[in-house]
């Protein structure tokens, strides 16, 4: 049995909390570091310095001897350097332990390897890592000891953000500077700042470590290439919110406590609908904080996985033929005096507030659903949209019935007098209290979906930053607050602007919501007919970052220039080649080296077998046909392989860059679904002894 925890006392002790600061800093410092984390601003090199000492007594009290700038540069997981707190020893050769608020404000790691996207040369190697005073700094455990880590923002040595992080914070101020003029339209003078908040729910497998550990294609594309389906999937719904096994419940545990301690406040956690599948999911937070928590959630979810024996797969699709993966993204916009934009009331119909903020989200979705669809986009994601309650790859709003129903009186009509009411549920047992139902039912297919008083963006993927997504999402919500505000500032009767405005929006954006069947071949065409983007993969995607709509929207607001914009789309073909690349050449590895030479040594056996049972004088008639099907199913994968081969070598051989990439999407990924399909059928045909790796059913069930 698990020891007792005080989680209250536990909670945030490995962090520099604002309350620490308050404790450790003069209040004159103090309150220079709460106004900048207010109102934005740069911190006097005097307090820097104090600041600095502060940190570094506090880390040093909690057993850290290094620390390091944290980051998240473009390969979308987090980097870091350690530096000891160690300076040259004095004249009696005792060591001092210093760190200056120089060195707390500025890094400058050597940034030759990262992904720049051709905004520097390999020569150019110097960046800089800054302090990102507004999320607080952490001392993560492992086995290098106690590091204290300072979340930054990471930049060229010429100014052009290199990470996930600069654009997601330039995206919060413009958000807010356009949300707080809409909300002083409406007679709000004391809200100083709008916040975008986040709650990234998370999805993983877990995998014994032993049994991962024998497949090369887990160990190098961190999902299974090959595997024929287990003779149970999914389709029982047994494992879904069921009894937590105890291996897994004793890894749980322990991924509460680190998170707890670095503040993390992972508040539930379950089993998920596939095998194996769970979920972990935080309370909200601000946007940037989400996103550093949601890093971190990631990379404890691995460590503590490797303790207990287990390994956590964060791939979007790890399984063929049961549920993927997702994050699924719950934003909302909250203003510093407790206001959220998104709270509908009890009568939405009659707050106008709120309907010009739905309509401007409308607005924003619709204009914008292709860079929308691109920021939840990555090579695993192409496997999981479009089935097993992952949304499909078409961006369309969910309301639900009533807000629907609000949304097609005010278009009809100009404004909504009536509201579905959600009804009484009656359960039929006396002893169970009957309850008021919601007024809307949710949607599992829906990529953004409203849920209350926040949407949850779906489509995101489980191993993807959720830097990227958050971005976009205030970015294109920014631009359509400015846009309204822009008319409603200049009306003269402000309330007929307004309801016009909303009627305005609502009517021509209506085209975005979808409450149906979102897996259905119907919606596909009657998307099409609506004129709303299907893009399928990941590379097709990535125009839609340098088009004229979208470097306009990124550079009104400061949050990328065009430059950033084609280096990020450089580094994403980059990537889609790369990843296909690798699991190209894994397959080839596991066909030429294990599988094929496994099935040639079980087809032997089949063939001694029977030739003995024809000089034995009795019918070899069964294990001659298993021996044709099988020769027969080997030739099929032999062919497919020297396919796949040649089609990897041809890609190899290519330019990298769009071409390239679009070369391994459009004939190396289907060189490799060819040669998974005979190479899964002989795994179905060949003695489980012969097969040369664990199987579904040993990854999925034996946890």
Known sequence: MSEMVNVEEIFASKVFTLGKMKERLPKGTFKEVKKIMDEGGELSKEAADVIAKAMKDWAVENGATHYTHWFQPLTGITAEKHDAFVTHPDETGKMIMEFSGKELIKGEPDASSFPSGGLRATFEARGYTTWDITSPAFIKETATGPTLCIPTAFCSYT???????????????????????????????????????????????????????????????????FGAPAPKGQEMDDHYFGVIRERVGGFMHDVNLELWKLGVTSKTQHNEAAPAQHEVAPIYESANVAVDHNQLVMETLKRVAGYHGLRCMLHEKPFARVNGSGKHNNWSITTDNGINLLEPGQTPNDNIQFLLVLACIMKAVDTHADLLRQSASNVGNDQRLGGYEAPPAIISIFLGEQLEDVVNQLVETGKADSLKEGGVLRTGVSTLPDFVKDATDRNR??????????????????????????????????????????????????????????????????????????????????????????????????????????????????????????????????????????E?????????????????????????????????????????KMLAMLTDKLAEAEDALSKLQEAEANATAMKQGKDQAFFYYRQVVPAMRALRTPVDELEQMVEKKYWPMPTYADLLFEV
């Not at 489980?462 to 919500?477: E, H, K, M, Q, Y």
């Open 159 to 225: 100014g052009e953000a290199l990470d996930k992080k600069t654009p997601l914070l330039r995206s919060m101020e413009a958000l807010s500077k356009q949300a707080i003029r809409i909300v002083r339209l409406f007679g709000n003078t004391e809200a100083k700042k709008v916040t975008a908040s986040v709650g990234a729910e998370q999805e993983y497998f877990l995998v014994d470590a032993k049994k991962a550990l024998q497949r090369e294609d887990i160990l190098f594309a961190g999902r299974t290439l």
């Open 445 to 582: 297919t829906s990529p953004f979906a409203f849920t209350g008083n926040k949407f949850e963006f779906r489509s995101v993927g489980s191993s993807d930053s959720i830097g990227s997504p958050n971005t976009t999402l205030n970015a294109i919500v920014a631009e359509a607050f400015c846009e309204a505000a822009d008319r409603l500032e200049a009306a003269e009767d402000f309330e007929l602007a307004v309801h016009d405005l909303i009627k305005e929006y609502m009517t021509k954006h209506q085209r975005i919501i979808f409450n149906g069947n979102g897996y259905a071949k119907e919606w596909e065409e009657e998307a099409a007919r609506r004129g709303l983007p299907n893009i399928p993969s990941m590379v097709e995607a990535v125009d839609t970052l340098t088009t004229p709509k979208a470097v306009q929207l990124f550079e009104k607001f400061g949050i990328f220039t065009e430059a950033e914009l084609h280096s990020r789309a450089e580094v994403l073909y980059e990537t889609y080649a790369k990843s296909v690349n690798i």
């Open 584 to 624: 190209a050449l894994t397959m080839i590895d596991m066909a030429t080296t294990q599988i094929l030479p496994a099935v040639m040594e079980y087809a032997g056996v089949l063939a001694d077998t029977t030739l003995k049972l024809k000089d034995a004088g009795v019918s070899n008639a069964v294990s001659a």
